[in-house]
């Protein structure tokens, strides 16, 4: 017959066929990882639906589904690694293409074999294991104070790497803190610290937030798996926060008045809590003459405490005294009785403008002693001491005089109110001082008082001046013997003679002398 013309028919019973196979790099793929395997076809071949290979890991069986190449004879499969795939040993390929309801067929519709080679993938590792928290140890039960660490250990059930600066979130009464990330990279235990900070406070205990905020850092294992950052409460009730210092609520001074030397001014500090005293604090004054200090006295335990200043010979201000702040600690402490927190030591200055001191003492500045004379029987032997302020005078204050014949006194006799204080002896019989009477160096007060308008007692002693020309005589001549004339008859005109012996030089102003009782002695 007649040849009808076949050159268009053509005949294709040559099924496509999978010539090679590769798989990506040997390497430990983790979480979201793409390892891809190429199927090299003997032709073009089409693909419809999603054909896939089987991977049996040590986890499980897994997929790599196709992703691109239909059309052309390389062929491309893919598996994306997910949470908790593993394999420790190398992935297993399966030799068959899995059709997954799917087909690969040449141009012509011929169906592709589906059996090929299985390349090497011994050296394909999966780890698709996150690291998780299995615990987290939180700090021991008990309040902590301002510059205290809270320490919390975060357990991992690998070893994670950290970079940047992870931290956990803290609620607090007073809000929310942090504690940063602070050792513990390339270990499965990571430390957390947060140190209490001033106005922090928690009295019904911390809460901590359950989920480490990474901060812009990370958290990974070794092959780079993002670690799961959730965990358990490890329990933080009896976990308290005292960051509140205490502080100066006010100063109470002591009442308006001028205060003199011995006396004692108080001021009462009021914290805002109870607190504990050690050691010697205390309160800087300024006076006019000087910086005192007002120590502290009592009152630890509680919420006040009471500063003691006591004024002192030469402490002086007229015009109000200056409190300084703050209270100079004076290497004790104050603190929070009950966390141990440092107090805030800055106040608020009261008003002492009418608080004033009078700690001068009045002094003499000069004695004025009697003129240089002989003083007999009844006169005045006066003395001035002039005090450099005015001084009140109580009782009978006295000078000691020493003469060769004892010693008497000089009392008080005026000047009170004044700065001029006078003192007055008079001679009486049988004082008797030749050679300049001494004077004593300081008043006698004799029970009596010396003190200035705000009641200092004034300095007694003095700088004696030079008595040498005040000289006492009231010592009385008396006769110590009579010698009469000799025994015989005298006539008219003879002198009978009489030598009256005194126990002194005495000056006769009289021209008789009368003997009371004549004796009458060899008369014929």
């Known amino acids: 017959f007649s040849d009808p013309g076949t050159t268009l028919v053509l005949v294709d019973g040559v099924e496509p066929s999978v010539t090679a196979a590769t798989a990506s790099a040997d390497s430990t793929y983790k979480i979201t990882d793409n390892i891809d395997f190429t199927l090299s076809f003997s032709e073009l071949v089409n693909i419809t639906g999603t054909p896939r290979l089987t991977i049996n890991l040590d986890s499980g069986i897994v997929y790599a589904d196709y992703v691109s190449g239909s059309g052309s004879s390389n062929i491309v499969f893919r598996y994306i690694v997910i949470t908790n795939d593993l394999d420790t040993d190398g992935l297993f390929l399966n030799g068959t293409i899995d059709l997954n309801s799917g087909t690969i067929q040449s141009g012509n519709g011929n169906d592709s074999t589906l059996t090929f ?92 937030n359950t989920t480490i905020d990474l901060n812009g850092a990370t958290i990974k294992d070794s092959n780079a798996n993002n670690a799961t950052l959730t965990f358990s409460d490890p329990g933080t009730a009896s976990i308290f926060v005292d960051g509140i210092q205490p502080s100066i609520s006010s100063v109470t001074p002591a009442a308006d008045q001028v205060y003199f030397i011995g006396q004692t001014v108080d001021f009462s500090v009021n914290f805002s809590e109870n607190i504990d005293v050690s050691g010697s604090p205390r309160i800087m004054i300024t006076l006019g003459s000087g910086t005192v200090y007002a120590d502290y006295l009592s009152g630890t335990g ?31 402490t104050i603190l ?43 006169e005045s032997i006066d003395f001035s001491l002039i005090y450099n302020d005015i001084v ?118 009289l021209s008789l002398i009368h003997i009371s009782e004549p004796t009458r002695l060899g008369m014929i």
């Open 336 to 378: 929070d009785s009950n966390s141990g927190n440092t107090a805030v030591l800055t106040y608020s200055v009261p008003n002492t403008s009418g608080i004033d001191i009078d700690g001068i003492i009045p002094a003499v500045s000069s004695v004025t002693p009697p003129s240089n004379d002989t003083y007999i029987l009844g």
């Open 392 to 509: 009140d005078v109580t009782g009978t204050p006295r000078l000691t005089l020493t003469l060769a014949s004892g010693t008497v006194y000089a009392d008080y006799l005026s000047g009170s109110g004044t700065n001029t204080i006078n003192f007055r002896y008079t001679i009486t019989t049988n004082d008797l001082d030749t050679d300049g009477i001494s004077l004593g160096t300081s008043v006698d007060l004799n029970s009596g008082t010396l003190k200035d308008a705000n009641l200092n007692d004034a300095d007694t002693t003095f700088a004696v001046p030079s008595l040498v020309g005040v000289l006492v005589d009231a010592f009385i001549p008396s006769v110590s013997g009579i010698t009469p004339p000799s025994n015989g008859t005298y006539k008219i005109s003879d002198n009978v003679d009489f030598n009256v012996s005194f126990t002194e030089f005495i000056v006769v102003s």
């Open 302 to 332: 509680t919420g006040s405490l009471i500063f003691r200043y006591t004024v002192s010979s030469l402490d002086n201000d007229t015009n109000g005294i200056v409190l300084n702040s703050p209270i100079d600690l004076n290497s004790g």
């Open 117 to 208: 080679s299985q390349p090497s993938t011994s050296g394909l590792l999966i780890d698709g294991i996150e690291p998780i928290i299995s615990s987290v140890t939180a700090p021991s039960d008990d309040a902590y104070m301002i510059g205290e660490n809270l320490d919390f250990t975060v357990s991992f059930n690998d070893t994670v790497l950290v970079t940047g600066a992870p931290r956990l979130s803290i609620v607090l009464d007073s809000g929310i803190v942090y504690a940063d990330y602070l050792s513990g990279s390339n270990s499965a235990n990571l430390i957390f610290r947060y140190t209490v900070s001033n106005l922090e406070n928690d009295i019904n205990g911390i809460a901590l």
